[in-house]
């Protein structure tokens, strides 16, 4: 029996993994899209919301792209996604991935770390969760990214993986 419904929404860290695969007792919905944009994901939440099912959990991953383009202004779309999917789907559990600290040339020192701090304080404002695995990631595993220093190795997403998991058995036991 299926634990629940999962909904993770975002870019190509999120279209790059087989979720269902790595978390079989839940039903995963996977709306990830490789060079997709924090606007670009705002575009398509409507049709998203349109087609699918209502989930007990939704994951958003996305901003990598924009930062990737020296976009550092993002977090307030990703606020509007959140208050749009708390509205469209009130009993769910919101989650916000942190972002992980790729390494790309002219990258803005400080940038990601920024970054995340914006995402956490946006979630604690809006009452929805935030998930800060790729800090952790980082300090157990050195070798988080392919060569390119973009793409996730296998090792590093089976992490990430497991550290949603232990999030969301937390999340469900303090229901």
């Known amino acids: 029996m299926k634990q629940g419904t ?6 190509y860290f999120i279209a790059d993994y ?3 695969k790595r978390m079989p007792l839940f039903d995963v919905h996977c709306y990830g899209l490789g060079k997709e944009k924090v606007e670009g994901f705002l575009q398509r939440l409507t049709r998203i919301l349109d087609t699918a099912p209502t989930p007990d959990i939704v994951l958003i991953m996305t901003g990598i792209n924009n930062v990737i383009d020296n976009d550092y202004t993002f977090v307030d779309q990703i606020r509007r996604g959140v208050i749009r999917l708390s509205n469209y789907y009130p009993e769910a559990e919101i989650i916000v991935n ?3 600290n790729i390494k790309a040339d002219l990258l803005v020192d400080e940038a990601i ?4 701090l914006s ?4 979630t604690t404002q809006l009452g929805c969760c935030y998930l800060d695995n790729f800090a ?3 300090q157990a595993n050195k070798k988080i990214f392919k060569k390119d220093g973009l793409s996730l190795t296998a090792k590093s997403y089976d992490s990430w993986a ?3 998991l232990e999030y ?6 303090d229901d």
């Not at 999962?6 to 870019?11: A, S």
């Not at 770390?113 to 995340?116: D, E």
Request: aromatic share 12%; net charge negative; proline share 3%.
């Open 162 to 164: 497991r550290s949603i």
């Open 168 to 173: 969301v058995a937390f999340l469900l036991e």
């Open 98 to 100: 942190s972002l992980p």
């Open 113 to 116: 770390h920024h970054l995340n």
């Open 6 to 11: 999962f909904l993770f929404l975002g870019d």
């Open 18 to 20: 087989d979720w269902q």
């Open 119 to 122: 995402l956490n304080e946006m």
């Open 136 to 138: 952790n990631l980082a």
